[in-house]
């Protein structure tokens, strides 16, 4: 089970879909001591993966010693990251406190489309730098790439440019209108070009080593089964069932893009929101409706339950509206 905490609002950059709408640090975020016994309640609710993320996770002063508990505890620690400020001596301090992968975003590899996009001068050059470094220190990292209209072209190349960095792994983030993503939800992918895209990164991955994984475009299970392939992946949309996140203020909701507040961990601890709240056990049902009621690949896929909120009047059990292949059946 996978967990992600956005550690702080903070953030060095402003980026266009940005569903935290991080910039500056919010109000009562978490304290350190609040932080740690909210690890301490993940870890008792059985999650394994702790990811940590922002805003910018590494502007928390206290960030290594947030990641040295967590470890003791038994979690393994990951980032999501714009990755400019892991320099050489963040990286190993990094994985000596436990951290064992960092996810870095880059969206391009032209460099004035990613820093374009990220509102943020340098911030392609920085996020390589930091790949370069984490490569450096023997601590694993990944790319994460943003998938757009405007960037849907280059996706094989980026997985070339991740290969021959050294990267772990390739995921592809699916945009999904939330925060400040709303504004540009023309850009995001519809179900023609979200089926071919989701294709070629499948038949992508049967030509390299490291990992390609499509975040928030479940139907990759589907395809990757008509394809004839193996994935390591159990199920496509896991908000509610083995996933959720939890805000810099402590607010526990589905998953990134479902805008609910289940809970908050001030008053009520983690592992009893993550147990008893009604809106996860819904989720757990799997009780979709429309095409993603009646698909075969209803357990295995899902489908994205916070598209399907965003396009249904925050109904998260109705269809999700990008799929072509239950669009096909009608």
Not at 288 to 308: D, H, L, P, Q, W
């Amino acid at each position: 089970m996978i967990v992600s905490w956005n550690t702080t609002n903070a953030c060095n950059m402003y980026c266009k879909h940005c569903y935290r709408d991080a910039g500056c640090k919010a109000e009562e975020e978490l304290s350190t001591a609040e932080a740690k016994t909210l690890l301490e309640q993940i870890a008792r609710a059985g999650f394994k993966i702790m990811i940590f993320s922002g805003g910018e996770p590494l502007l928390r002063a206290d960030i290594l010693a947030l990641v040295e508990h967590a470890t003791k505890l038994g979690l393994r620690s990951v980032f999501g990251t714009n990755g400019t400020l892991i320099t050489l001596e963040m990286a190993h301090a990094l994985k000596k406190a436990g951290a064992m992968g960092m996810g870095i975003s880059l969206d391009s590899l032209d460099k004035d489309k990613h820093d374009e996009f990220r509102s943020f001068a340098g911030a392609w050059e920085g996020a390589v730098r930091g790949m370069r470094n984490c490569h450096a220190a023997g601590l694993p990292f990944q790319i994460h790439t943003t998938v757009m209209e405007w960037n849907q072209s280059e996706l094989e190349a980026m997985t070339d440019f991740a290969v021959s960095e050294g990267a772990v792994a390739h995921h592809f983030f699916f945009l999904v209108p939330t925060g400040r993503a709303e504004s540009i939800e023309a850009e995001s992918l519809r179900a023609e070009a979200y089926e071919d895209v989701l294709t070629r990164i499948m038949k992508k991955q049967q030509q390299v080593d490291i990992e390609l994984k499509p975040t928030c475009a479940p139907q990759f299970m589907r395809i990757a089964d008509q394809l004839g392939m193996r994935t390591r992946f159990h199920r496509g949309c896991l908000a509610g069932t083995s996933y959720c996140i939890i805000s810099p203020r402590g607010k526990v909701q589905p998953c990134a893009y479902l805008n609910m507040e289940l809970g908050d961990v001030r008053q009520t601890p983690f592992d009893e929101i993550w147990k008893n709240n009604e809106v996860l056990q819904k989720l757990r049902t799997l009780d979709y409706e429309g095409g993603c009621g009646s698909c075969g690949y209803k357990k295995s896929c899902g489908g994205c339950r916070a598209r399907a909120a965003f396009y249904h009047e925050g109904n998260y059990m109705a269809e999700e509206p990008w799929c072509l292949y239950h669009g096909r059946r009608g």
